[in-house]
């Protein structure tokens, strides 16, 4: 079965930094599409960086990588702000199937 498990989150102050992880299992690692998403209080999920067909999205202060040997990608964080306080998860969509992790909180205090 398909899974992919999130781990790095956390609470941190304002301007510092987190990096997020997720090893996905089986065949979706090499998905086309891949990436994190999250989901604030009250608010609808948005992406946060996601590569499509091995193309990056990524902000100014979020970096994605990939690390193949251990089927895991990275979400390194920094400059956080309080608004980036939100649940993150790990997403793939392969073969017309969507794939997500459980998601991590990350709280990013003032």
């Known amino acids: 079965q398909e899974q992919l498990v999130e781990s790095g989150g956390g609470l941190v102050q304002a301007g510092g930094s987190l990096r997020l992880s997720c090893v996905l299992s089986?065949?979706?690692?090499?998905?086309?599409?891949i990436g994190w998403y999250r989901q604030a209080s009250g608010k609808q999920r948005e992406p946060v960086a996601v590569?499509?067909n091995r193309r990056n999205a990524e902000s100014d202060r979020f970096t994605l990588s990939r690390d193949n040997a251990k089927n895991t990608i990275h979400l390194q964080m920094n400059s956080l702000k309080p608004e980036d306080t939100a649940v993150y998860y790990c997403?793939?969509?392969?073969?017309?199937?969507?794939?997500w992790g459980q998601g991590i909180q990350v709280t990013v205090s003032t």
């Open positions: 997403y793939a969509w392969n073969d017309g199937r969507h794939y």
């Open positions: 089986g065949y979706i690692f090499n998905s086309n599409i």
């Open positions: 590569w499509r």
